[in-house]
């Protein structure tokens, strides 16, 4: 034999033996995700049973139970504005069978708003899809003569530090909205935080603020009967719910756009095609007329994406609330 062939011949077995060690890895990963599930699945849901999280991973869960024949067990696990829950998604093993159900806040303002977090948004989790969108709505008491956007930036500029607006929370995401608001029309409003989206609404209707950025879910009872009266929808699109409320975009601040969104992640190094089956399962559950109508019926939008779609949205939103959080000088420990 030509010895000068020996190298060249052991050069081809390995690259031979390089893609036959290839192709079993990824047949590996394939069957893996073909066989999954074979026991139940747990959505980690950040907060308590009630908010458009936890509705959300209640009616998509409930059509993925039936879709994979498992149980899908949602589990609240709520405290630290969301980060106890999203900690245990991050810390998951990376097998499909532990997700997290996470927000705008939780996995975009959260990671400046707080000065040091157990886990890093961006590296610690691989992103599924993006589920649903709730739009806030900005409303004032009807004793409030601006009746349009464009009027009630006029009125805080000729009564500068007057009107007060109320959220959910000192940092919450309503407050870093109306932050946000404020930026991008020049003007400064009293911000005047409550426990929770019902007592910030309750203290508009009552007059004890003349304004909120609420929830349109928290909203829409009191728009429709005539208790508060809303000026415009955060989200880039007209809500489904008020299709005949213009944006806040559309009223008078050209790019405004804000959104309480859900989305499905999975731990970090979840295997890409145990991604892809989660994605292309979620879209069925979601795509469902029952569950979409369910969902639209409590305020939110369905807003699906692609796995790579859903990561270059979070590196956005990470980037433009901690331009948000940076400028309004908010900070927790």
Do not use: C
Request: no cysteine.
């Amino acid at each position: 034999m030509d010895g000068s062939k020996a190298p060249r011949r052991r050069s081809l077995q390995g690259a031979a033996l390089a893609v036959l060690v290839l192709g079993v890895l990824a047949s590996g990963q394939s069957a893996a995700a073909e066989a999954w599930p074979n026991r139940p699945v747990r959505l980690i849901v950040p907060f308590p049973p009630g908010g458009a999280n936890d509705i959300v991973a209640r009616l998509v869960g409930s059509r993925l139970q039936e879709r994979w024949g498992m149980p899908v067990v949602v589990d609240n696990r709520a405290g630290a504005g969301g980060n106890i829950g999203t900690e245990l998604g991050a810390r998951a093993n990376p097998d499909g069978y532990t997700l997290l159900v996470g927000s705008g806040s939780t996995l975009g303002s959260n990671a400046s708003l707080y000065a040091k977090l157990p886990f890093d948004v961006l590296k610690d989790f691989a992103p599924v899809s993006l589920i649903a969108a709730a739009p806030f709505v900005l409303v004032t008491h009807p004793s409030v003569p601006a009746k349009t956007l464009p009027a009630l930036i006029a009125l805080a500029k000729a009564k500068p530090g007057t009107l007060t607006y109320s959220s959910f929370g000192e940092g919450s995401s309503a407050h870093l909205v109306g932050e946000l608001l404020q930026s991008m029309a020049g003007m400064k409003l009293i911000h005047v935080p409550y426990k929770g989206g019902g007592p910030a609404m309750t203290a508009v209707m009552g007059g004890e603020v003349q304004a909120t950025v609420a929830n349109l879910s928290v909203a829409l009872p009191q728009i429709r009967a005539g208790k508060v009266h809303a000026l415009g929808v955060s989200t880039a699109k007209r809500a489904s719910a008020l299709p005949d409320l213009q944006t806040l975009a559309e009223a008078g601040l050209p790019g405004f756009e804000a959104s309480a969104w859900v989305g499905l992640v999975a731990p970090a190094g979840t295997p890409v095609a145990l991604v892809n089956r989660l994605n292309e399962d979620v879209h069925a559950a979601v795509q469902h007329p029952d569950t979409q109508k369910q969902i639209e019926q409590r305020g939110l939008d369905t807003l699906l994406s692609t796995p790579a779609e859903f990561a270059r949205y979070l590196a956005q939103e990470v980037r433009r609330w901690d331009e948000v959080v940076r400028s309004a000088g908010i900070r927790k420990q």
